[in-house]
């Protein structure tokens, strides 16, 4: 079965802080991973995704991601903090194996990224 | 291009009541998500339809939920009757591929009274 944590519910910076929101996943096959951003009343939107490509992803406005298969780790970072940013984000994990769960994206319980002035 | 439309946005109806909801995908999307979002929680399975297909329902509540996705295209969400506990966003998302990136809706807001 796969699964993926987010370790933090909600996260706190000031603008133009580094942001940092921790990602864990389990997963029995090779997994692809992606981070999506939620605005408030908005629909979900992809910042970047990993499959099995560079290790290291950067995704849209200024966000990147480290994959770390010894540490099961996805964890999504940005140099600094906009107040555009505010949001909720999620970490997503995805089968790569056959059989009807494949394709099948499991989500994380969201961390609300906060940004202060 | 345009994007994954859902309607409605917001629906509010009594408990016991029938509703339902629309969702166009990105043309030439083949692959299409219902997905159901409480608050405070990340999204939720509910149908991954390929095609006119549904392959996997598992956790579609088949006793009041049905989905059906009619020549591959447009799909429709309906439960009935609605319960309290009902209350949450429904997303839909459609994707070309069945690993990739899911495009989504802005989803529609059900409270049920």
């Known amino acids: 079965a796969q699964s993926v944590t987010q370790l933090d519910s909600h996260v706190s910076v000031s603008e133009g802080t580094p942001v940092l929101l921790r990602c864990n996943y389990s997963s029995s096959y090779s997994p692809s991973l992606f981070w999506y951003v939620q605005h408030p009343n908005k629909g979900l939107q992809l910042l970047l995704k990993?499959?099995?490509?560079?290790?290291l992803v950067k995704g849209i406005n200024g966000f990147e991601a480290e994959f770390k298969k010894s540490e099961t780790s996805f964890h999504l970072t940005k140099p600094s903090a906009h107040m555009s940013d505010a949001a909720e984000y999620f970490c997503v994990v995805s089968f790569n194996a056959g059989g009807t769960s494949y394709g099948k994206l499991t989500f994380g319980q969201g961390t609300i990224l906060t940004v202060h002035p | 291009e345009a994007g994954v439309v859902q309607s409605p946005r917001y629906k509010i109806i009594e408990k016991k009541q029938p509703v339902a909801f629309w969702c166009n995908p990105i043309s030439g999307h083949n692959t299409l998500y219902w997905y159901l979002q409480n608050l405070g929680q990340g999204p939720e399975l509910l149908i991954r339809y390929e095609n006119e297909e549904a392959v996997d329902d598992s956790q579609l509540p088949k006793d009041r939920f049905s989905a059906e996705r009619l020549k591959g295209v447009d799909s429709t969400l309906k439960i009935q009757p609605a319960e309290l506990g009902d209350s949450a966003v429904y997303l839909c998302a459609s994707t070309p591929s069945r690993v990739g990136e899911l495009f989504f809706g802005e989803g529609s807001r059900l409270t049920v009274l």
């Open positions: 990993y499959t099995s490509a560079a290790t």
